[in-house]
């Protein structure tokens, strides 16, 4: 009796593990996207809102401006909406009266039914090389806390900005990274500070794309590969991306500030791009964006960050037939603009069905087993 009792405890507990997995799955986990507007096809900014929503399981959006008509589409969406204040902007948002504009104008108007979560200003600023964007931006970040404050907004919205891996005068070893001289004290050392004091993040767009060659391409896209060792930590990486963040958080651990978290802000893989260009179809951007969504929400973490997981934002949310540049930049969409998938990664609630389905099929699978040993004792 006290054997089938034991059994018994442990099918009713199997029951709950199941069944909160089984919730996970069709859930599924959310994932951020960016969504550029550099195009002349895209959909109405309401038809992508109810696509998302409906459709899919992204529950974060990052855009690159505050566009008032993308910010009433997603009112009552639930989905997170990180906004953008223009690089060209960051001087002008270090006068408290024209930040607390700023805030009444394109924050205040959309709350409480478009969920706004953050505020960043302007993006990847010190790869601009400009100085009077530099010397800015620290600034325009705290002001922009304190007209947030004043509006009572600042637990609900914080105040960030993305940095491109150029901020990093070496990231090889992973452990050894350090941010460039020069950076390091006078711009994100009191930015880390803010961001701590603020409760806030410390965002990065890293891209193994951008830092892989053929020879590389299996460790960029996390396929099975011999890895790379780090000789400090006596460490192995299997991708590329994790190396990546912890060269990010080493740098960050020199100044100090290695507790504060890491968003990722932009990353992703493009469909198409110039002949030259390797590791460039549908099917490698589907597996590196694919196996991303898996390594990032699983829990794993990095090497030097284990059992975390990361808000990331892929790029990008459509293909935009409007920037400049190489072809890859006009193919990183997630979307074709009349809103078909341009590859298969499970974040259409139909694929997240399937996998549900399947995870039911084992969970009868279980419940037979322990019905036949409950009897058996």
């Not at 990231?171 to 050894?176: A, D, K, L, R």
């Not at 990486?237 to 994790?242: E, P």
């Not at 829990?299 to 990331?312: E, I, S």
Request: aromatic letters at 8%.
């Amino acid at each position: 009796m006290e054997q089938r009792a034991v059994v018994a405890s442990i099918l009713s507990a199997s029951l709950v593990v199941v069944a909160l997995a089984l919730n996970q799955g069709v859930q599924g986990i959310g994932i951020g996207v960016n969504y550029g507007t550099v195009a002349n096809n895209l959909p109405p900014p309401a038809e992508v809102a109810k696509f998302l929503s409906q459709s899919t399981t992204i529950n974060r959006v990052r855009l690159f401006d505050a566009n008032p008509e993308i910010l009433h589409a997603f009112g009552d969406t639930g989905i997170e909406v990180t906004i953008t204040v223009p690089n060209d902007q960051i001087p002008h948002i270090t006068n408290l009266t024209f930040a607390q504009q700023w805030v009444k104008t394109n924050v205040q108007p959309f709350i409480p039914a478009t969920k706004l979560i953050r505020i960043l200003v302007g993006n990847e600023v010190l790869s601009t090389a400009n100085k009077l964007l530099i010397s800015n931006l620290v600034p325009a970040m705290q002001t922009l806390q304190t007209a947030l404050v004043a509006a009572s907004l600042d637990n609900r919205i914080k105040v960030s900005t993305p940095h491109s891996l150029g901020i990093l005068s070496n990231s090889s070893p992973p452990s050894g990274a350090k941010f460039r001289q020069g950076y390091d004290t006078h711009v994100l050392k009191p930015m880390l500070n803010f961001l701590k004091d603020a409760n806030a993040p410390f965002m990065v767009n890293p891209y193994p794309f951008f830092g892989c060659s053929a020879s590389t391409l299996d460790y960029a896209v996390f396929r099975s590969n011999s890895g790379v060792f780090d000789d400090n930590t006596m460490l192995r990486y299997t991708n590329m991306l994790d190396a990546q963040l912890d060269a990010v958080y080493s740098a960050m651990k020199v100044l100090g500030f290695e507790d504060v978290q890491i968003v990722i802000a932009e990353t992703g893989w493009p469909s198409a791009c110039d002949p030259a260009q390797v590791g460039v179809d549908p099917k490698t951007a589907s597996e590196y964006n694919g196996n991303l969504i898996r390594h990032v929400t699983s829990g794993a973490g990095t090497p030097l960050m284990p059992n975390r997981t990361f808000d990331t934002y892929i790029f990008a949310l459509f293909d935009e037939n409007l920037k400049p540049g190489p072809t890859c930049e006009r193919n990183f969409g997630l979307f074709r603009p009349n809103m078909t998938p341009v590859y298969d990664i499970p974040i259409m609630r139909n694929s997240v069905a399937v996998i549900a389905n399947s995870d039911c099929k084992a969970f009868l699978s279980i419940i037979v087993v322990l019905s036949l040993i409950c009897a058996w004792v």
